[in-house]
């Protein structure tokens, strides 16, 4: 069976320039969250979305957003790009509750 | 907010040495668990293991297990017979219902 697929792996984007990463949760996975990794530190959570509905938030400015279909495959948005959000964007899927199963990211610069 | 603490930035091991990684948590909610996720230079998250507050033992997955105290609200890492392939960082995390906190993780350098 196929894990989180996520798109596209590597981008470089300006500031000021609006991104979309995708991401597809394991099949039969109804719950999806999305992490930011900056340099040195560990995943910083953003979002979570469980059956097409925003069920929880990290502390991330309104220029962050996100959603998701009905398939369960989700986007993030980021809008305005600043340099500090050069990083690697993680997405995982999951059952509700338990364990969440990573994909490989998207390694987003902005120059 | 969870509190993860991870005070080891950088370990070495020699291979086919065990190596226990250190991990404490600071929750005020009673049901937390807590799982370990292991990440190589590609970057993907890895599960390795998973403790449930309210297990009566250890857990245990592999080579990979876990060291739980559940008063002191640490719980440790143990990698035996350490492999080349288990060089890469590592996070332990306890979750907030489906969302996770990641401490600053460990380093882990498998020396030949």
């Known amino acids: 069976d196929a894990g989180v697929t996520q798109s596209p792996t590597h981008l470089i984007k300006t500031r000021g320039q609006q991104v979309t990463l995708r991401c597809s949760p394991i099949?039969?996975?109804?719950?999806v969250s999305w992490y930011q990794q900056v340099l040195g530190q560990g995943p910083q959570f953003i979002f979570q979305?469980?059956?097409?509905?925003?069920?929880g938030r990290g502390n991330f400015p309104d220029r962050f957003s996100a959603r998701q279909f009905p398939n369960y495959s989700s986007e993030l948005n980021v809008n305005a790009l600043l340099l500090g959000d050069s990083a690697l964007y993680l997405c995982?899927?999951?059952?509700?509750?338990?364990?969440?199963?990573f994909g490989e990211g998207s390694w987003l610069t902005v120059v | 907010a969870q509190k993860i603490t991870q005070t080891q930035p950088g370990m070495f091991v020699q291979e086919k040495e065990a190596v226990t990684l250190d991990c404490t948590y600071d929750?005020?909610?009673?049901?937390?668990?807590l799982f370990w996720y292991k990440q190589p230079s590609s970057g993907e998250m890895i599960f390795l293991i998973y403790?449930?507050?309210?297990?009566?033992q250890n857990a245990t997955e592999g080579r990979y297990s876990l060291n739980f105290q559940k008063a002191r609200k640490s719980a440790n890492l143990v990698i035996s017979a350490s492999q080349l392939g288990d060089s890469a960082m590592y996070f332990c995390?306890?979750?907030?219902?489906?969302?996770?906190?990641f401490g600053t993780g460990t380093s882990l350098t498998v020396i030949p």
């Open positions: 995982a899927s999951g059952l509700s509750g338990n364990t969440i199963y």
């Open positions: 099949s039969g996975h109804k719950s």
């Open positions: 979305y469980y059956e097409k509905e925003e069920r």
């Open positions: 929750t005020s909610d009673p049901s937390y668990g």
């Open positions: 403790q449930g507050s309210y297990d009566q």
């Open positions: 995390a306890p979750p907030k219902g489906n969302q996770f906190y």
